[in-house]
């Protein structure tokens, strides 16, 4: 019998708002610099994506607005809940990302958050263009076409 690991608990956050807001270009894997106890609440799933975004400062990429909850057991050592937290991308990336992120209309958004096999914290990062009324119209009448289709199926 397999020995059960400690970080068999699977987290995995999504940002369920960025798909019907944007259309994904390109997605990237990349890590985290976190401090303290922003990793055990992470593993608690008590992380906000709704509001936000990634920015280039002085060459690399941060996320700003992402809401990690303060660990509930620690106690005078707790982290800031929100706080600008720096990605870790390789150099060829970064500048891939910077140069596309310049263009009119695409910005970079964050997707998800999970943790590896090797219980490290990552997040998936998307360069996207906004869509229009229409689009999103448009994903709500396929979204509906096949939750009607589901439910001919299980009659």
Same mark, same amino acid.
């Given at each position: ?15 369920? @708002? ?7 270009? %390109? &997605? ?6 976190? *401090? /303290?106890?922003? #990793? ?45 937290? @720096? ?7 970064? %500048? &891939? ?6 263009? *009119? /209309?695409?910005? #970079? ?47």
């Amino acid at each position: 019998m397999a020995k059960a690991s400690k970080f068999d608990k699977i987290v995995n956050i999504k940002n369920k @708002k960025a798909s019907f807001q944007f259309e994904f270009i %390109e &997605k990237f894997v990349c890590g985290m610099v976190l *401090k /303290g106890t922003e #990793i055990k609440s992470i593993r608690e799933g008590k992380v906000s994506l709704t509001e936000a975004f990634c920015v280039f400062l002085r060459g690399e990429l941060y996320v700003r607005q992402m809401h990690i909850a303060p660990y509930s057991m620690a106690a005078s050592y707790n982290h800031e809940a929100v706080r600008d937290r @720096k990605l870790l991308l390789s150099k060829k990336e970064l %500048e &891939k990302l910077e140069t596309k992120s310049q263009e *009119k /209309g695409l910005t #970079i958004i964050p997707v998800r958050i999970f943790i590896n096999d090797r219980g490290l914290a990552k997040m998936e990062i998307a360069l996207g263009r906004g869509k229009k009324l229409h689009d999103k119209r448009h994903d709500l009448k396929e979204k509906d076409a096949k939750r009607e289709i589901q439910r001919m199926a299980f009659d």
